[in-house]
């Protein structure tokens, strides 16, 4: 049974970058795409990127200019960066096991909250 | 950017069928995955490839397409289905994953 962990700082002030890891527990880790998901207060969900096996990268466009999407194969993780942050990225950030195109996202994180806040 | 619709809201009665729709330009090209929240839990996907239920997601959970519209179709409701659902495709290039709006299903 998958089962993916995240954790990372969930207080941040503006001009900081947010910085959240993923730990892939209990499956092939090389073998899938690993996403990031997000979800404003009130709002809906907004795919932020996804990293492959590879360590090859896609993502949003309109987030592009600020995130880093990373894998660290060693370690079974991956990891998202956002930088420059204001209130506007505050969020429940998930990430998501993607099985590729036609299948999914089958597993998630338990979702972090991150505060952006002076 | 592109868009996929939703209806903000459905509500239905428990045991009758709630049908929540989909609609972008692109899903005569790609599949669309459905997956429900409920507050304070992760995401659970409940369609996959359009019509395709994982394992687990109960049988009364039924997916279809026609043209640029796809319908999660919710048989028999039950009061553990009253959730927030959302689409998922990828935009007209294939290259970036989007999501509908989200419509919040109502138990009444």
């Known amino acids: 049974q998958v089962q993916l962990q995240q954790w990372g700082a969930g207080l941040l002030k503006p001009s900081e970058t947010l910085s959240l890891t993923c730990a892939v527990y209990?499956?092939?880790?090389?073998?899938?795409?690993w996403s990031w998901i997000r979800q404003p207060p009130g709002e809906g969900l907004e795919w932020i990127g996804e990293?492959?096996?590879?360590?090859?990268?896609t993502y949003n466009p309109s987030l592009k200019s600020r995130v880093t999407i990373s894998l660290d194969t060693s370690n079974n993780r991956f990891s998202l960066r956002l930088s420059s942050v204001t209130a506007a990225d505050t969020a429940v950030y998930y990430c998501?096991?993607?099985?590729?195109?036609?299948?999914?996202?089958?597993?998630w994180g338990q979702g972090t909250t991150v505060t952006v806040s002076s | 950017s592109y868009e996929l619709t939703q209806p903000p809201s459905v509500s239905v009665s428990p045991g009758q069928t709630a049908r929540i729709t989909c609609s972008g330009d692109a899903l005569t090209k790609h599949y669309t995955y459905w997956y429900h929240l409920r507050p304070g839990q992760a995401p659970v996907l409940v369609m996959y490839k359009d019509t395709e239920r994982p394992s687990g997601i109960p049988e009364r959970f039924s997916g279809s397409s026609s043209g640029t519209t796809v319908t999660l179709t919710i048989s028999g409701v039950q009061a553990e289905d009253e959730a927030d659902y959302y689409c998922q495709s990828a935009d007209n290039s294939g290259t970036y994953w989007v999501f509908g709006g989200g419509t919040k299903l109502t138990v009444l």
């Open positions: 998501a096991r993607d099985l590729g195109y036609g299948y999914g996202m089958d597993v």
């Open positions: 209990g499956g092939s880790f090389s073998d899938y795409y």
């Open positions: 990293v492959n096996r590879t360590g090859s990268t």
